[in-house]
């Protein structure tokens, strides 16, 4: 049984948020890290934002 959100750092590049996330949902980390940075640059800096949040908050 999986637990609650976790950062991977083992696989992270820098904090292990978008590892984490592609550890959580069985996802490709590489997919993970290009629709971050695809969603940065088309939001506007709000998905960094929130990815500065889940490096501090997340385990």
């Known amino acids: 049984m999986k ?3 976790r950062k991977n ?7 292990g948020v978008c590892a984490g996330i592609a550890d ?4 490709d980390v590489l997919w993970t ?3 971050f940075v695809a969603l940065t ?3 506007f800096g709000l998905p ?10 997340a385990p």
């Open 41 to 43: 640059l088309l939001g």
């Open 24 to 27: 959580q949902f069985g996802f």
């Open 9 to 15: 750092r083992r696989d992270g590049v820098i904090f």
């Open 3 to 5: 637990q609650g959100f």
């Open 33 to 35: 890290r290009v629709a």
């Open 48 to 57: 960094l934002l929130l990815y500065l949040t889940v490096a501090i908050l």
